[in-house]
């Protein structure tokens, strides 16, 4: 929202409709970025990329807010949010000498270790590093009222109807909107609220009385679990492994399958996600194919991205799914007439196959890690599932 207009907002405002009125027929140069410009975060970032490439740093194209520098045996990560920069080496002396330079490149000041970014706390073991959310789930829990509230087992409901639920509209969806909102960024650290949290998503249009209760149910299962978060392992091998899912026609009102999947380095949890596909399976099978194309990019893209960070995955990467017809599409060279209408995404995965990307495998459905992110479980399938995802609760608090 704008707030009230200073005197230097005004000055800036006048001269700029005086400037329009006498420079109309005029084009102008943008010699220095004006902070509010809709110009100012390109140029910003621009000075940024020129300061770093003049170091030696080169740019990731897998993501391009990360930059790594290689001399030998030093190396340095620099990872890019606006202007808050996360660094990291293997070489301290290399490391102060970069933070110097950048303090005569621009005014900045250096916050010391890694203890929070984002929201996100991280706290350091001989373990490894832990993330969580901890302060911003209690800011949840006491913005919605509910630090007094009896915790919850799980997430949301087993065999819920949230779909089809005709309940009276809320009054005041802006609050439903605003908690779910915050439920999606807290995804970030916790895998457990994928699933719940994109039902959830789903109707923040019209925000009925059932999907109220279902997201405050949410917040319940938060209330037990303030503290948990995941744990990447120091002694994690650097090698990837990808477990995929699909819940075949969940929605009611489109039928449309859900894909979940998740990636690990090693035992840690890197990635994971819950999205509905975008079209109509014909059979289980396709729903499967379809969630294990969906995989298979992000397993391209991480690979990619471990290989800027100096990290050369040679081996094909384990892929789990519980489907053995998808699998046996997947592995048959033969195009059959019932498989026409998804040519694009069979291509695609025999391809990663064929080059060696990917090396699928049947795994049993009740040891289907990512299941958890395609349907709502019982409380002890739900609870099984999490401590193999790689969630973490520490004994005491980060």
């Not at 819950?274 to 399976?281: A, D, F």
């Not at 471990?306 to 799914?321: N, P, Q």
Request: charge should be positive; hydrophobic fraction near 40%.
């Amino acid at each position: 929202m704008r707030g009230p207009l200073t005197n230097a907002n005004r000055v800036l405002r006048v001269s700029q409709s005086r400037f329009t009125s006498l420079y109309l027929d005029k084009v102008c140069r943008l010699r220095k970025s004006l902070y509010g410009l809709k110009q100012s975060p390109r140029c910003w970032f621009a000075k940024l990329v020129a300061v770093l490439k003049k170091y030696g740093f080169l740019q990731s194209y897998s993501d391009y807010s990360l930059f790594t520098y290689t001399k030998g045996e030093i190396q340095i990560n620099v990872l890019v949010y606006v202007d808050d920069l996360i660094i990291s080496g293997n070489d301290s002396a290399a490391l102060r000498v970069f933070k110097d330079y950048l303090c005569d490149c621009f005014h900045m000041k250096d916050l010391g270790s890694l203890k929070y970014f984002l929201g996100i706390e991280v706290a350091r073991s001989s373990s490894g590093l832990f993330l969580c959310q901890r302060k911003y789930t209690l800011d949840i829990i006491s913005e919605v009222g509910l630090l007094g509230a009896k915790p919850a087992d799980c997430p949301i409901e087993q065999n819920h109807k949230l779909g089809l639920a005709n309940g009276k509209l809320l009054s005041d969806p802006a609050s439903y909107r605003r908690l779910v909102g915050r439920l999606i960024y807290l995804v970030v650290t916790r895998p457990d609220l994928a699933y719940s949290v994109h039902i959830l998503s789903q109707f923040m249009q019209e925000p009925r009385t059932e999907h109220w209760e279902a997201a405050l149910r949410v917040v319940r299962y938060l209330k037990g679990t303030p503290c948990q978060g995941i744990l990447l392992r120091a002694d994690s091998e650097l090698t990837l492994q990808g477990w995929c899912d699909s819940d075949w026609a969940a929605c009611p009102i489109t039928r449309r399958s859900l894909t979940g999947w998740q990636v690990f380095l090693g035992n840690s949890p890197i990635s994971w996600k819950t999205k509905k596909q975008h079209t109509v399976s014909r059979s289980s099978a396709e729903a499967e194919y379809r969630s294990m194309a969906a995989i298979t990019c992000e397993l391209k893209w991480l690979k990619g991205l471990l290989l800027s960070l100096g990290v050369h995955h040679t081996k094909a990467i384990k892929l789990f799914c519980d489907s053995q017809s998808a699998l046996h599409i997947a592995k048959n060279p033969i195009f059959h007439e019932r498989t026409k209408h998804i040519e694009v995404d069979y291509h695609y995965v025999r391809d990663a196959i064929s080059d060696g990307l990917i090396d699928p495998s049947y795994v049993h459905t009740n040891t289907q890690l990512a299941d958890v992110f395609t349907k709502a479980l019982g409380r002890s399938q739900f609870e099984f599932l999490i401590r193999k995802l790689g969630v973490f609760t520490p004994t005491t608090p980060a």
